[in-house]
């Protein structure tokens, strides 16, 4: 079970800390547990009781001792708050912060995902998704290519700021991560090499629309022994898996990682040189594949 301070909580749900302080004096609603040090720490059950207090108050008209006796009145109390539902608040105040080029909320929130869950829940739960919303808007022309843009390059950035401090263990194989010439979407790619990061593999990221030529000699160069590869685009699929191919005859030893909604599983190729990636099985395929 999460547990959050008053400051997360404010951050969160857009109430003042001196508000829930006085609801919970005023009106005895939620009764957080405190730490050692006597700072009080909430539960999820207590942020969907605030949460559906503050509804009350500002969507319905409602005062507050309205609400609350609404609230001791109800049938049922509001549900614990589940962590997809606090996702899906923070992907919805994220999105609404992009569209509007707030630089300063946006960051503000993502530092407060970024503080409230482990980095890779932020990038697949709630950067993820914005990103596709974005997409979806886009193509039916809710927003704009600015706003897109906009979006894009700055989840870009909040993600190679890590890229730059993971430490880096020499011992572990070394890995090399593109897209190939033609590709422009590479934030998977960025996720996917921040993850081998994150274990300590050395990347070295060219991002996207990478030309082949030349590839190989670098990574003999460099002595690289995984090379990763995101593809968006299906038609540049074929093209890549060639590429592979003549990589393997040169270099049999060479390991790929492929993944991105470019790819489908190929058979000519030898599961044991290639693996092909999904969205979620990275541990697995990690254990299985790399380590
Ligand atoms: C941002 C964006 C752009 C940016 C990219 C910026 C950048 N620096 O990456 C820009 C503006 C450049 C762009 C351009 C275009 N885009 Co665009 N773009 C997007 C958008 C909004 C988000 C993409 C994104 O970053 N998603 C978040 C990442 C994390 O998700 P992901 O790539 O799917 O990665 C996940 C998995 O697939 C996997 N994964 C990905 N790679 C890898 C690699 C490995 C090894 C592993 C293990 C896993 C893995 O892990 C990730 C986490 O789950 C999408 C919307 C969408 N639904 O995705 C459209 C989208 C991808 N774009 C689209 C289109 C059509 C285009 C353009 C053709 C538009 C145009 N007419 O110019 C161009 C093509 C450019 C090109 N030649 O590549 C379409 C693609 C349609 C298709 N082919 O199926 C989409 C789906 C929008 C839409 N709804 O129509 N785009």
Excluded at 30 to 39: F, V
Excluded at 217 to 229: R, T
Aim: aromatic share 10%.
């Amino acid at each position: 079970m999460c547990m959050y301070s008053i400051k997360k909580v404010s951050e969160l749900l857009n109430i003042p800390t001196v508000t829930i302080r006085a609801w919970e004096n005023r009106y005895q609603v939620i009764s957080p547990t405190r730490t050692e040090g006597g700072h009080r720490l909430y539960s999820d059950k207590d942020i969907a009781t605030l949460r559906w207090l503050k509804e009350q108050v500002e969507e319905n008209n409602v005062k507050i001792s309205e609400a609350v006796r609404l609230l001791a009145q109800r049938p049922e109390k509001p549900q614990e708050e589940s962590s997809s539902a606090v996702y899906d608040s923070m992907i919805e105040r994220l999105y609404e912060a992009l569209v509007d080029l707030n630089t300063q909320e946006a960051n503000t929130l993502t530092d407060l995902a970024f503080s409230l869950y482990d980095y890779e829940e932020v990038f697949h739960h709630i950067l993820t998704p914005v990103l596709y919303k974005i997409g979806d808007d886009w193509e039916t022309g809710l927003i704009t290519v600015a706003q897109e843009h906009f979006s894009s390059q700055f989840i870009l950035n909040r993600c190679t700021q890590f890229l730059r401090i993971l430490p880096v263990n020499p011992a572990l194989p070394k890995a090399l991560a593109f897209c190939p010439e033609g590709e422009q979407h590479h934030i998977g790619l960025m996720l996917f090499s921040l993850f081998l990061r994150k274990k300590g593999h050395d990347v070295i990221y060219l991002g996207p629309s990478t030309p082949y030529s030349g590839l190989l000699e670098l990574i003999e160069m460099k002595d690289v022994s995984v090379v990763i590869v995101s593809l968006t685009e299906p038609s540049l699929f074929e093209e890549a898996m060639g590429w592979i191919n003549t990589c393997l005859k040169k270099r049999p030893g060479l390991k790929f990682i492929i993944g991105g909604n470019g790819i489908h599983s190929h058979e000519t190729l030898s599961r044991k040189s290639v693996f092909f990636m999904g969205k979620i099985d990275w541990e697995e395929g990690y254990d299985t594949f790399i380590k």
